[in-house]
C-alpha cells in the first residue's frame, strides 16, 4: 500500500512540474506590449509604452460578466470564425476598462492587443461592427502586478495600494483603471499575473 501511495505521489509531482513547464513555455511564447520601465519600487512600476491596436467589444455588467462576454466575440475575431482570412495570434494580457471612472453604469471595454505582425500587415475588418479595431496613443502608465485570483476584494486591494504609491510618486491618474489578465482560467492561482494600471499625466 505504501509502495501504491509513493507512486501516485510521484506521478502527481510529475504531473505538476510538467504543467509548470507548460505554463512557462506558453507565458515565454505569447507575444505581450513592449514598454520601456521608467521606475521601479517592489511590484510598483512607472512605464511608457508606444501606440498599440486593440480590437475591443462594449459589454455591460459587473467585472467578471463583461469579462466573460467580452471574450467570445474577440476569439471569434482572431481565430477568424465569422470572416475570411488567417488566424490572428492570441497575444497577453486581456485587458478591461471601464467605461468611465467607477462601474456605477456597469460599462465596460474589454480588448484584446493585437500583434505587431498582425498590424504591420494590415488587420482585416472584423465581420460584426461589435468588434472594434482601436489604435491606443503612446501613454505613461502606473502599474502593480500580483498573483492569485482577480476577485472584487483582491482587486479593490491591489487597485488602493497602487494608488497610494502613486500619490506618493506625485502621480496623477487621467483615466479609469484597466485590468489586466495574463493567463487562461485554468493556471492556478499562485502561478498567475494580474495587473492594474492607470494611464498617468505626463510631467
Given amino acids: 500500500m505504501l509502495k501504491l501511495f509513493a507512486i501516485i505521489a510521484i506521478g502527481l509531482a510529475v504531473l505538476a512540474v510538467g504543467a509548470l513547464l507548460v505554463f512557462v513555455y506558453v507565458i515565454q511564447n505569447v507575444e505581450q506590449p513592449e514598454y520601456v520601465l521608467l521606475r521601479q519600487d517592489g ?27 467580452g471574450f467570445g466575440p474577440l476569439a471569434r475575431y482572431i481565430f477568424a470564425k465569422e470572416r475570411d482570412g488567417e488566424k490572428i495570434a492570441m497575444t497577453a494580457p486581456v485587458i478591461q476598462q471601464p467605461s468611465t471612472e467607477g462601474t456605477a453604469d456597469g460599462r465596460w471595454s474589454v480588448g484584446f492587443i493585437m500583434p505587431k505582425a498582425a498590424v504591420a500587415a494590415g488587420l482585416p475588418a472584423p465581420a460584426s461592427p461589435d468588434v472594434r479595431l482601436t489604435e491606443l496613443p503612446p501613454r505613461r502608465v502606473a502599474a502593480v502586478r500580483f498573483s492569485g485570483r482577480t476577485t472584487d476584494e483582491r482587486t479593490a486591494e491591489h487597485r488602493e495600494r497602487l494608488e497610494n504609491w502613486m500619490t506618493a510618486q506625485g502621480q496623477t491618474a487621467i483615466a479609469p483603471p484597466i485590468y489586466a489578465y495574463y493567463n487562461d482560467p485554468m493556471t492556478p492561482g499562485p502561478l498567475r499575473r494580474n495587473e492594474i494600471l492607470f494611464e498617468v499625466a505626463e510631467q
Wanted: glycine share 8%.
Fill in 43 to 69: 511590484d510598483f512600476e512607472l512605464r511608457y509604452y508606444p501606440a498599440m491596436t486593440v480590437a475591443e467589444v462594449r459589454r455591460e455588467g459587473d467585472r467578471k460578466e463583461a469579462l466573460g462576454a
